[in-house]
């Protein structure tokens, strides 16, 4: 069965800075991945997915991920960090040719200092 | 579009309870899910529907939860009787059919299950 880690389950950073939050799956072959943020009090917006193709994926409010295959990892990366960045951040897994069932990781809380 | 509405959005119960949870999909979205979301974790799937028929409930406490979509729309997940674990988010989420396409998930807000 598939598996999603997110190592880390608070970040903080500075407004303006680089912001990295990792993702490692474990699967047998490349599934689909996704990103979701979630803000409190509200459901789950989808970011970015990876299906195929360019491993580097470009989502929205400026945000990117880069599909490694190699090292079994979909990171999610951003320039520079907004105050409204704030939130929580899920990296999921999807199997293909199969159901459409959604396996999430703990989640990354990340705090905006200003 | 409308999204994907849920009500209530907060609920508070005693353990032994029974409560009900309904959502009401996008319009035309075949492929309804409840995911179930504890407090510090990830969401996890408890329930998917294609049209009305349930194509995975494997991780559903059949002892204490049920879910029905009639007619192919609106959902509704009960749980019967409560137990203190079970206080969580429950978020139902739509997508248009199968394969890579139904992976374009719109969750609703949730309701936010209390069990004292």
């Known amino acids: 069965a598939q598996s999603v880690t997110q190592p880390d389950i608070h970040i903080t950073v500075s407004e303006g800075a680089s912001l990295e939050l990792r993702c490692n799956y474990s699967y047998g072959a490349t599934p689909y991945l996704f990103w979701y943020v979630q803000s409190p009090g509200q459901g789950l917006q989808l970011l970015l997915k990876y299906f195929s193709g360019d491993t580097l994926v470009q989502g929205i409010k400026g945000f990117e991920a880069e599909f490694k295959r190699s090292q079994s990892s979909f990171n999610l990366r951003k320039p520079s960090v907004h105050w409204s960045d704030a939130a929580e951040y899920f990296c999921a897994v999807g199997v293909r040719n199969a159901g459409n069932m959604l396996t999430f990781g703990g989640g990354t809380r990340l705090m905006v200092k200003p | 579009e409308a999204g994907v509405a849920q009500s209530p959005r907060y609920k508070i119960i005693e353990k032994r309870q029974s409560v009900a949870f309904w959502c009401n999909p996008i319009s035309g979205h075949a492929t309804l899910y409840w995911y179930q979301q504890i407090l510090g974790q990830g969401p996890k799937l408890l329930i998917q529907?294609?049209?009305?028929?349930?194509?995975?409930d494997s991780q559903l406490p059949k002892d204490r939860f049920s879910a029905e979509r009639l007619k192919g729309v609106d959902s509704t997940l009960k749980i019967q009787p409560a137990k203190l674990e079970d206080s969580a988010v429950y978020l139902c989420?739509?997508?248009?059919?199968?394969?890579?396409?139904?992976?374009?998930?719109?969750f609703g807000s949730g309701t936010r299950l209390t069990v004292v």
């Open positions: 529907f294609q049209n009305n028929g349930v194509v995975d």
């Open positions: 989420a739509s997508s248009v059919g199968r394969g890579a396409s139904g992976y374009g998930y719109t």
